[in-house]
């Protein structure tokens, strides 16, 4: 169960809006992390807190292939990213480093601030603040089970590798 606040973002972000392309030198979670929407939403990383959740119209994560976005996004404590839609790349770089990515078309009617619980399992957001409920197509259980542990990587280790 995932539990925050919404900090909401608009149609068509890209992956320079979520980490500018002049803090690529490094894959450091943290450093990444440090400067994590600073260009759309300066002191993003100063307000956002353990646990919140971004959410967003269309197009989340287009852009670049890299997976310096969702790094960055997952380094200053965003659980989840709830989105109307996904750039494909992102969608599958954020799923290889175990950050939830959610589709939902009502992601407008979430508004910043509100307080969100997200239930990956049974693919059910509540949004506390206004007491309403929407469902999502949940993952499948290999990709939960890819996310619960860290990503891809971690995956392959705790299931392959003995």
């Not at 799923?95 to 589709?103: D, F, K, S």
């Amino acid at each position: 169960m995932i539990k925050g606040k919404a900090w909401k973002f608009g149609d068509n972000i890209n992956t320079d809006d979520i980490i500018a392309a002049r803090y690529l030198n490094t894959i450091d979670e943290k450093q990444l992390a440090a400067h994590c929407m600073e260009t759309i939403m300066p002191g993003f990383t100063m307000k956002v807190s353990k646990g919140d959740i971004i959410v967003a119209e269309t197009n989340f994560g287009c852009g670049s292939s890299r997976e310096h976005a969702p790094v960055a996004i997952k380094g200053c404590g965003v659980a989840a990213v709830i989105a109307k839609g996904f750039a494909r790349i992102f969608l599958r770089n954020s799923i290889n480093i175990g950050l939830p990515v959610i589709e939902l078309p009502q992601a407008s009617e979430i508004n910043e601030g509100d307080e969100l619980e997200v239930d990956l399992e049974n693919g059910v957001i509540k949004n506390i603040t206004k007491q309403k409920s929407y469902t999502f197509t949940k993952y499948p259980e290999f990709l939960q089970d890819i996310i619960k542990n860290g990503g891809l990587i971690e995956w392959v280790k705790i299931k392959h590798i003995k």
